[in-house]
């Protein structure tokens, strides 16, 4: 019961982010619940969180291991469409501020939105957008962050992944973590209403520009130099012909350095 809300509403520093909890032992995904509450009404700044998910889901249909231990949660925001390109800055900026705001490490991000402690990935985002007629209703920012686990014991991900307890040598207070997370979600929120970018502060993150890396897009491989990512959340790709490419949405694996 750690995540239980009135542990995490105690001495929580935000004005609506994290305020309505909807909490559960376990459940298949949080992103469902999210959905469910979100067209009926919930709150901006709703949060639905779980100790562990049955059936954690990823980007591009793959799973996300969730066991206990571990961060899963859904916020529930109501962004406008011209503010949707952000979230993915924000979601990402959050858990990197978070992250360093609770402990000694230094975490950076890898195009889009995976969060990485020294080359290994510790959180990943999901960002569903809900829409009625061509209107956004909500979006659901999805976070898995990999608190107290050994990743070593899942063979699927051992190689790819870390987490904080496996960096730190010592676990780590999720109630706190989330805390912080909810406060860095807020701000970047309110500095995203109130007309500022955070294009700038999620470019300073990205662990890849300058370096070779190969990028799926629609199941297609592209590789080159990642220049540089613009305003609207797309990385430029500098192919070896010297085109280059725009790409909206894709998996990025990074080459090893020569
Ligand atoms: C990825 O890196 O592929 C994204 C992983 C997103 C995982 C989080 S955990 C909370 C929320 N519920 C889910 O089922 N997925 C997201």
Redesign the pocket.
Known sequence: MELAPENLLQNLNTRFVGRNIIYYHSLP???EIARGAGWRGAAEGTVVITEE?TA????RQ?S?L?PPGGI???LILRPTIQHLPQMIMLASLAVTYAIEAATSLKAGIKWPN?VLIRGKKVC???IENQLRGGVLEFTIV???INVNMDPSVYLEIADIATSLSAELGHPVSCIELVQKLMVEVEQLYLDIRAGQSLHQRWRERMVILGREVQVIEDGKVEQGVAEDVDGDGSLLLRRSDGSLLRIVAGDVTLRPLP
């Open positions: 995904s949080t992103m998910q954690g889901r990823g980007r793959r996300w969730s899963a949660l859904s995976d990943g985002i999901l999805g976070i898995g």
